[in-house]
Nanobody
Framework: QLQLVESGGGLVQPGGSLRLSCEASRFSLDYYVIGWFRQAPGKELEGLLCKSGSATVTINYADSVKGRFSISRDNAKNTVYLQMNSLKPEDTALYYC????????????????WGRGTQVTVSS
């Protein structure tokens, strides 16, 4: 089974930037759709962005991050990235990447493999 490991989280001040990484092992990411999700304390899991295996399709599901977050992938490194700019305190959450082969979706059930998450805290 595809294994995913997120990294790059941490504490950042409002207005700062972070780049999260999602590295895959055991299988190539080339044919997988990758989605980024987050879950803030006391809130439901929120789908953020998705990129297809060919990188030709990118979908941003969350209005709250449009213009600030972007997704990219480097299939040679078997890694997908989430670039987060202009971070706000409300971006504080546990961030997950997930892989699937059913097409981009903000719905959890479309993804069969999940990482354990990386914590992002935005605070002064």
């Amino acid at each position: 089974q595809l294994q995913l490991v997120e990294s790059g989280g941490g504490l950042v001040q409002p207005g700062g930037s972070l780049r999260l990484s999602c590295e895959a092992s055991r299988f190539s990411l080339d044919y997988y759709v990758i989605g980024w999700f987050r879950q803030a304390p006391g809130k439901e899991l929120e789908g953020l962005l998705c990129k297809s295996g060919s990188a030709t399709v990118t979908i941003n599901y969350a209005d709250s991050v449009k213009g600030r977050f972007s997704i990219s992938r480097d299939n040679a490194k078997n890694t997908v990235y989430l670039q987060m700019n202009s971070l706000k305190p409300e971006d504080t959450a546990l961030y997950y990447c997930a892989a699937g082969n059913r097409g981009c979706s903000s719905t959890m059930r479309y993804y069969s493999s999940w990482g354990r998450g990386t914590q992002v805290t935005v605070s002064s």
